[in-house]
T-cell receptor, first 113, second 114 residues
Framework: SQTIHQWPATLVQPVGSPLSLECTVEGTSNPNLYWYRQAAGRGLQLLFY??????ISSEVPQNLSASRPQDRQFILSSKKLLLSDSGFYLC????????????FGEGSRLTVL | AQSVTQLDSQVPVFEEAPVELRCNYS??????LFWYVQYPNQGLQLLLK??????LVKGINGFEAEFNKSQTSFHLRKPSVHISDTAEYFCAVSSKAAGNKLTFGGGTRVLVKP
């Protein structure tokens, strides 16, 4: 069966520091991968998605970037964090084609101080 | 473009009472519909989905939803809620015409009171 893991689960970082959140999927190949963010009291905001290695699409301009160095690995990064980057980050995957159903990781809570 | 509207941002409900969460979508083509639940500090978990066939869909934890094409709705119901149903619920829609991209509603926060 397929599983998705993301880490770290919790992160407290100072403003201006770098960020790296990692997500891996197991049990499937060539998944579509997604990064979402939830700010406090707000809904899901799609940040990035990827349909293949090295292929990244950005939904909104911001202080973050994403990379997909391997088929089942998706990384969210920042060179210098802002206070506004605080939130709950969710990685998700789905089968290419299919119905669009997404499978989510456990989430990573980032607090920027 | 497809879109999803969850009409209630918060729904307080007493334990053992019924609850209905409303969801309306906008799409001119055949759609797939989903309800997800998110417990505090966790990822989203699929409750149920409508792909085709029977318009009444049963999911986990006693939830069910009914697809109404004429009203473009996919309301979620549970006849008797538990304290453990306190969570945020997201409705979502996808379609082949939109490349199977999943579009989420803004979420409904359910607070079950004893």
């Amino acid at each position: 069966s397929q599983t998705i893991h993301q880490w770290p689960a919790t992160l407290v970082q100072p403003v201006g520091s770098p960020l790296s959140l990692e997500c891996t999927v197991e049990g499937t190949s060539n998944p579509n991968l997604y990064w979402y963010r939830q700010a406090a009291g707000r809904g899901l905001q799609l940040l990035f998605y990827s349909v293949g290695i090295g292929q990244i699409s950005s939904e909104v301009p911001q202080n973050l970037s994403a990379s997909r160095p391997q088929d089942r690995q998706f990384i969210l990064s920042s060179k210098k964090l802002l206070l506004s980057d605080s939130g709950f980050y969710l990685c998700a995957w789905r089968m290419a084609g299919g119905t669009g159903e997404l499978f989510f990781g456990e989430g990573s809570r980032l607090t920027v101080l | 473009a497809q879109s999803v509207t969850q009409l209630d941002s918060q729904v307080p409900v007493f334990e053992e009472a019924p609850v209905e969460l409303r969801c309306n979508y906008s799409s001119s083509v055949s759609v797939y519909l989903f309800w997800y639940v998110q417990y505090p500090n966790q990822g989203l978990q699929l409750l149920l989905k409508y792909l085709s066939g029977s318009t009444l869909v049963k999911g986990i934890n006693g939830f069910e939803a009914e697809f109404n094409k004429s009203q473009t709705s996919f309301h979620l119901r549970k006849p008797s809620v538990h304290i453990s149903d306190t969570a945020e619920y997201f409705c979502a829609v996808s379609s082949k015409a939109a490349g199977n991209k999943l579009t989420f509603g803004g979420g409904t926060r359910v607070l079950v009171k004893p």
